[in-house]
Every structure is written in structure tokens, then in C-alpha cells.
């Protein structure tokens, strides 16, 4: 069955950085779309960044653009989240999430807090 496991999440100073990770398992995950979503406390869950499938493409919410950056290793079945500049507003449980076979699966969602 798909499984998805993201890992990376905790606490950190405002300014500063993490990498979130997310392996992947039971899908051609090479052939996928894969995403990064999170949910702030009282709001809903939003789009953070999108890759292609081979990495080439990616996109991102107007909030973090110049600061994430995703990215994806089709041979270890992992896509990653580089967070910079992290600000308090970016406080949120992040997941990550894959459409396949008609529907959506998440993960168990990784805690950041940015806080001083």
C-alpha cells in the first residue's frame, strides 16, 4: 500500500533553516507528482510546492517562494523541502502528499515551529 513517512520537523530560531524529508513506498513514485502541503493552527491545509516527476519543474505558494525549495531523488523514493529564512508564520504541521490511483494519500505530517 502507499506509505508515506516525512521526517525533519522541530523547533527553530526565526532566520534559520530545516529540511524536511518524505519517503516514499508502494507506488512508481518516479512517475508521480509529488507535493508539500501544511496546516497552521486554526487554518486550513494549503499548497506549498509541487515537482514533476523527473524534478525539472517545480512551483511554489507566493509565501515562500525565494525561501523553500523541493526537490526529489527518484532513487532513494524521497522528496525533500529545503526551508529558508524561516519565519514564525511558517509554524504549521507540513505533509506530503501524492495523487495516484484516483485519490490522495498523506503522510502523518512533520511539526515546525519557528520561534525565538
Known amino acids: 500500500q502507499v506509505q508515506l513517512v516525512e521526517s525533519g520537523g522541530g523547533l527553530v530560531e526565526p532566520g534559520g533553516s530545516l529540511r524536511l524529508s518524505c519517503a516514499a513506498s508502494?507506488?512508481?513514485?518516479?512517475?508521480?507528482?509529488m507535493r508539500w502541503y501544511r496546516q497552521a493552527p486554526g487554518k486550513e491545509r494549503e499548497l506549498v510546492a509541487i515537482?514533476?516527476?523527473?524534478?525539472?519543474?517545480?512551483r511554489y505558494a507566493e509565501p515562500v517562494k525565494g525561501r523553500f525549495t523541493i526537490s526529489r531523488d527518484n532513487a532513494k523514493k524521497t522528496v525533500y523541502l529545503h526551508m529558508n529564512s524561516l519565519k514564525p508564520e511558517d509554524t504549521a504541521v507540513y505533509y506530503c502528499?501524492?495523487?495516484?490511483?484516483?485519490?490522495?494519500?498523506w503522510g502523518q505530517g512533520t511539526q515546525v515551529t519557528v520561534s525565538s
Open positions: 515537482v514533476t516527476t523527473t524534478g525539472g519543474t517545480t
Open positions: 508502494g507506488f512508481d513514485f518516479s512517475s508521480y507528482v
Open positions: 502528499n501524492v495523487y495516484a490511483m484516483f485519490r490522495d494519500y
